[in-house]
């Protein structure tokens, strides 16, 4: 039980860093109303959850600590859906419930494709 939590833990930690870094690059490179550095982390993180539960279910699959670390870890720390939620609120007090919908929208319409396409190509 100790080593999963270690394992989780290691993941996160380097998924949160990798997410506070492409998302401060995207949005500094490409300054929007709608944060795109979010969704853009939002969306690998969706395809590569795909890709790593594939891998898992292949016949020579990965181990189970590997699983762990890569997804509820490293995706778990680099996904933003906390900040996704706060980014949409933001975007609703400030009027732009427009913004806030299209977002949402474009984010689980892409995010089930990304994990589905993710899963499909190791599949």
Do not use: D
Request: charged share 5%.
């Amino acid at each position: 039980m100790i080593r999963n939590v270690l394992y989780i833990a290691a993941g996160s930690a380097a998924g949160g860093v990798c997410r506070y870094l492409l998302s401060k690059w995207i949005n500094e490179h490409f300054p929007a109303l709608i944060p795109w550095g979010t969704f853009f982390v939002n969306i690998t993180g969706c395809f590569l959850t795909g890709i790593f539960y594939a891998l898992a279910a292949r016949q020579q699959p990965l181990s189970p600590s590997i699983v762990l670390f890569l997804t509820t870890g490293f995706c778990g720390g680099f996904t933003t859906f906390s900040a996704f939620a706060f980014e949409n609120m933001q975007l609703l007090k400030t009027g732009a419930g427009v913004y806030a919908f299209a977002y949402t929208a474009i984010s689980l319409v892409t995010g089930i494709g990304a994990v589905f396409l993710g899963f499909q190509i190791i599949k």
